[in-house]
């Protein structure tokens, strides 16, 4: 007995996308990377904006003694600042810098929100299909998910969230743009969750939250906007990072923001930066934090994405698969032509074609494409993807 039953589990549980990577390494090495078509990691494949470089260069030569100690736990108050000043550009709340709290990655703002609001047992809500990863954050703070089904379009079902309601439920747990469908939350469906977990929150005196994982915020199409969740509701907070607009995914830079507005602020806060520093992150990286205070409204070529979803949602709409054409993030969720979506992403498989179950995201009957690749390898899989799709739909 090596690891604890527990992680043995969570190894096995945890191993679809591993699986692939694995199975995608011995297929480059047997066919030669570039016959090879991997959809199935996050990792975006454009290269930070230049001035991401400029700056680093720029505070690589800051004479000013000190600046790679430790800090403040809940990160430099400057970027603090910067970042409350532009979450004030497009939110209605003001926020001071208290609010923010600088992280490791959106992974690290989560498992610090959570352990912040979670007693042992309280039970979160998750709209299907969802990032795997959740089920292990939550349970890292004794969270348990209450999985539901959303409707027409990946849409919230206010019925399905209203349905697993109980005494318990501490939060709700939504990520617009969505990982992974590219799905964008409207205004509309944002209002309607904030009024039933208003509702919900004065019932049981005590707030439901409602904690919102951005990541993808700048990564959208066809002119959209991501409508704000701290104007839908006081009692919520956002979980973003620079890992996917910025393509930083290995400097694991981000924040998580309180709403200026949330019931008990100053308790929540505290907790905040205790769990910052508690879960061994202490603060997030020194160097990152100050190159993001001055990247706040930078991005990447986001119409590049674009251009890769349209050439694969146009490829595949021709061949015959059926989807929901994303507004967001660089995923696509096509139904599976048959039940078995693990048999169907093996066929695929066979054509070097590798992308991952959706019965992986809670989404059985589906699979997830991740389109952050090169224009050239979407163009090259299409007629892999159009002859396996001929073999199970007759
Ligand atoms: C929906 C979602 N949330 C959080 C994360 C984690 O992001 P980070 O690398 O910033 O920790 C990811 C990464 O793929 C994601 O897709």
Redesign the pocket.
């Known amino acids: 007995m090596s690891a604890s039953k527990k992680i043995q589990a969570a190894i096995e549980r945890s191993s679809w996308i591993r699986k692939m990577f694995e199975e995608g390494n011995i297929r480059k090495k047997k066919y030669g990377a570039e016959n090879v078509f991997d959809f199935s990691l996050?990792?975006p494949n454009l290269e930070p904006p230049a001035k991401f470089k400029q700056v680093l260069k720029e505070l690589a030569d800051d004479p000013e003694p000190g600046q790679h100690g430790y800090m403040p736990n809940a990160g430099f108050e400057t970027t603090r600042k910067a970042v409350a000043d532009y979450l004030s550009g497009y939110n209605r709340p003001i926020f001071s810098a208290d609010d923010v709290v600088m992280?490791?990655?959106?992974?690290?703002?989560?498992n610090v929100v959570l352990k912040t609001i979670l007693n042992p047992g309280e039970e979160v809500i998750i709209p299907k299909p969802?990032?795997v990863?959740?089920n292990f954050y939550l349970d890292n703070h004794q969270g348990v998910p209450k999985v539901v089904a959303t409707g027409p379009g990946f849409s919230l079902d206010m019925g399905a969230i209203e349905g697993a309601i109980n005494e318990k439920t501490r939060a709700v747990l939504i990520?617009s743009p969505?990982?992974?469908t590219g799905k964008v939350y409207t205004e509309g469906e944002l209002e309607a969750l904030g009024k039933l977990l208003t509702d919900y929150s004065r019932k049981f005196g005590q707030p439901i939250y409602l904690v919102s994982?951005?990541?993808?915020r700048k990564i959208i199409y066809d002119g959209i906007t991501v409508p704000s969740i701290f104007d839908a509701y006081n009692e919520s907070f956002v979980?973003?990072?620079?890992?996917?607009d910025l393509s930083l995914?290995g400097e694991?830079?981000?924040y998580a923001a309180c709403n200026h507005d949330i019931s008990d602020r100053g308790t929540i806060i505290a907790g905040m930066v205790l769990c910052n520093r508690i879960l061994g992150f202490v603060s997030a990286p020194a160097l990152m934090q100050r190159a993001v205070a001055l990247l706040l409204e930078e991005a990447v070529d986001v119409s590049l994405y674009q251009k890769k979803r349209d050439l694969l949602c146009d490829g595949l709409q021709a061949c015959g698969y059926e989807f929901v054409k994303p507004r967001g993030?660089f995923?696509l969720f096509p139904r599976t032509p048959i039940e078995d979506d693990v048999a169907f992403v093996a066929a695929l498989q066979e054509e070097n074609i590798l992308t991952v179950p959706g019965s992986g995201f809670g989404g059985p009957g589906h699979m997830r494409i991740a389109y952050c690749v090169s224009d050239d390898t979407i163009v090259n899989a299409l007629p892999g993807f159009e002859r396996v799709i001929k073999k199970f739909k007759k």
């Open positions: 996050g990792n992280t490791v990655g959106a992974g690290g703002g989560l969802y990032f990863e959740y990520d969505n990982n992974p994982d951005e990541p993808y979980v973003t990072s620079f890992s996917k995914p694991r830079i981000g993030a995923y």
